[in-house]
C-alpha cells in the first residue's frame, strides 16, 4: 500500500517569477507536485519549467504533446537550461480584457527516484486547461510530457517557473509537493 505524505505547500499571495522548495527530506521514494496555476504571461497557455538543486547549466532535456480541439503539437529540446513538467493558462486570448485571473490550469508532475544517486532523474507531467471567454473561442488543451536532468545529485529543492522568466505566476496559484513510499 502507498503512503503519501504531504511535504509543503505554497499559495502565492502575490504574483511571483518562481516557487521553490527547499531542504526536501530525502525519506521517501518519489515526489509528486500537484499545481493549480494561471500566469501574466501575454498568450493563452504557458509551459512550467522545473529547475534542481539550484542549476542553471544546459543539462535539461524534454519532450511533450498536447492536443487542443482538433489540433495537435509536439516538441522536444535537449540541452535547455530547465525541464518542462506542466502548463499554465495565460493571461491573453487574443482581445481585450483577456483569459479572466479567476481561470486556473491544473497539473500533476511526477519526480522519480529523487534520492538516488545512482541515476539522472526523470519527471513526467500531466496537466490541462479549459476557458471560454465572450471575446474568443472556447479552448480545452491537454499536455502530457516528460524531462530528464543529466545529474546524479539527489534532489534536495525544485524551483518552477514560466517560460524561462517571460512571466510570472499569478496571486493565487498553488503549489503543492507530496511524499510517497510503496509502503
Known amino acids: 500500500m502507498a503512503v503519501v505524505e504531504a ?13 521553490t522548495f527547499s531542504t526536501i527530506p530525502q525519506t521517501y521514494e518519489h515526489l509528486e507536485l500537484r499545481v493549480s496555476t494561471h500566469d501574466t504571461y501575454d498568450t493563452t497557455y504557458d509551459q512550467i519549467y522545473i529547475r ?4 542553471t547549466g544546459s ?3 524534454y519532450h511533450y504533446a498536447e ?4 489540433s495537435e503539437n509536439t516538441s522536444y529540446g535537449g540541452a535547455t537550461t530547465a525541464g518542462r513538467c506542466s502548463q499554465s493558462i495565460g493571461s491573453w486570448d487574443g482581445s481585450d480584457p483577456g483569459i479572466p485571473t479567476s ?8 519526480i522519480l527516484d529523487y534520492a538516488n544517486a545512482n541515476k539522472n532523474t526523470t519527471v513526467n ?3 490541462g486547461l479549459s476557458y471560454d ?12 510530457g516528460s524531462s530528464v536532468w543529466d545529474n546524479t545529485a539527489a534532489i534536495t529543492s525544485i524551483t518552477l517557473l514560466t517560460t524561462l522568466g517571460s512571466g510570472v505566476f499569478a496571486r493565487g496559484s498553488v503549489f503543492n509537493l507530496y511524499g510517497w513510499n510503496s509502503s
Open 125 to 127: 507531467g500531466l496537466s
Open 7 to 19: 511535504i509543503a505547500t505554497q499559495y502565492l499571495e502575490a504574483n511571483a517569477s518562481s516557487v
Open 59 to 61: 543539462n535539461y532535456w
Open 103 to 110: 481561470y486556473y490550469s491544473s497539473g500533476i508532475v511526477t
Open 52 to 55: 534542481f538543486n539550484g542549476d
Open 67 to 70: 492536443g487542443y480541439g482538433s
Open 133 to 144: 471567454t465572450p471575446s474568443a473561442s472556447a479552448r480545452n488543451s491537454v499536455w502530457m
